[in-house]
Structures are given as C-alpha cells and as structure tokens.
C-alpha cells in the first residue's frame, strides 16, 4: 500500500511540474518509467548514488538542446536515443573504456 502512494503522489508531483513548465502529461507519462530505469541503472552500476539524478538532469538538457520536435512520440523516442547512448556510456564506463571510440 506504501508503494502504491508513493507512486500515486510521484506521478501527481510529475504532472504538477510539467504542468507548470508546459510539458506534455502524456509525454512525461511515457517516459517516466525510462527515466526511473535509467537512474537506477546509474545509481547501482555507475560511478555513485549522486550520479543518477545528476545524469538524468543532462539527459533533459541534452534532449532539450536538441530541439525536440512537436510530436509527444517522436520527443519519446528522442529521449529514448538518449537514454540509450547514456545507457552504453555507462557500460564502458563500469569497464573502465569510457573514454576509448568505438
């Protein structure tokens, strides 16, 4: 019961900042769970804990740096090539290459 609070006011605090920032619900409805692997992915196999909310920040600014397009799906799939890239960044970061090309 704890934990189905816990996400019900997560998911109200969601949609009270996207609403005060002017972001799409259903976007961030999409990609919250993405968003939630990710940092938790980062906070138990990357570098430290402080890591995960600091790498999800860059993965905001990086998306909104690319201009995102209109389109709630396709800004979902932009974000998620992010992710991704953060995603194998991290994995040649646990392997010590993050700094070696592909």
């Known amino acids: 019961m704890a934990r ?10 969601l949609a009270a900042l996207a609403e005060e920032f002017d972001i799409s619900p259903t976007l961030v409805r999409e990609l919250v ?10 906070a138990h196999n990357g570098p430290s804990r402080p890591a995960a909310p600091t ?10 740096q690319a201009g995102l397009p209109q389109d709630d799906t396709a800004q979902a799939e932009q974000v998620r090539a992010l992710i991704a890239r953060t995603s194998e960044l991290l994995k040649r970061y646990d392997t010590g290459s993050a700094d070696e090309q592909d």
């Open 33 to 42: 769970g993405d968003i939630l692997e990710l940092t938790a992915d980062v």
């Open 55 to 64: 790498t999800a920040f860059l993965v905001g600014l990086a998306a909104g």
């Open 4 to 13: 189905e609070e816990s996400l019900q006011s997560t998911h109200a605090w």
